[in-house]
């Protein structure tokens, strides 16, 4: 893997994890309160390299790649499972790093992450911030528990289009 540039203040660094080999951006103390941010699609870790730098003191930014996103291990997602993947993914990481409760912070699909890591593991959250999350109905823009899209034309909604279903 060639050298991750990063902005000062931030580290980037490989994390085995019992679930995959997950590149993690951090700053801040490392006993400090942990913020875990979470990226979107079609993006990584590094669009909140900025954000992590503006944490007040006393708390540590934490950022990883998504799997199959970025430097993280691409390994393939059960989309039976919904975010479950990625929410477990999430579970393996905090263990590794020693951390039983964090702040996360979720844009887009890292939203949908959050979503699940709050169902599976509420005691482990401290607060959820969402940042423009995808629908908690589903990714894929519905609107309600029956998966109703949003348009009858599945626009906007990315999955819709190719699979009504």
């Given at each position: 893997?060639?050298?991750i540039k990063t902005l000062k203040g931030v580290t980037s660094q490989m994390i085995q994890t019992s679930?995959?080999?997950t590149h993690v951006l951090t700053c801040g103390p490392e006993d400090g309160t942990p913020v875990v941010f979470l990226h979107g699609n079609f993006t990584a870790a590094t669009f909140w390299e900025e954000m992590m730098l503006a944490l007040p003191a006393?708390?540590?930014g934490i950022a990883s790649d998504m799997r199959g996103y970025g430097w993280t291990e691409?390994?393939?997602i059960d989309a039976t499972r919904g975010m479950r993947d990625w929410s477990d993914d999430l579970d393996a990481?905090?263990?590794t790093l020693g951390i039983e409760k964090a702040h996360l912070v979720g844009w887009s699909l890292g939203g949908g992450v959050v979503y699940?890591?709050?169902i599976d593991h509420p005691d482990k959250v401290l607060s959820a911030t969402l940042v423009s999350p995808v629908s908690p109905y589903g990714f894929g823009g519905t609107k309600d528990v029956e998966g109703t899209p949003c348009y009858d034309d599945f626009a906007g909604s990315g999955g819709g289009v190719v699979n009504p279903e």
């Open positions: 893997m060639s050298e679930r995959l080999n006393g708390f540590r691409d390994k393939l990481l905090l263990a699940h890591f709050l």
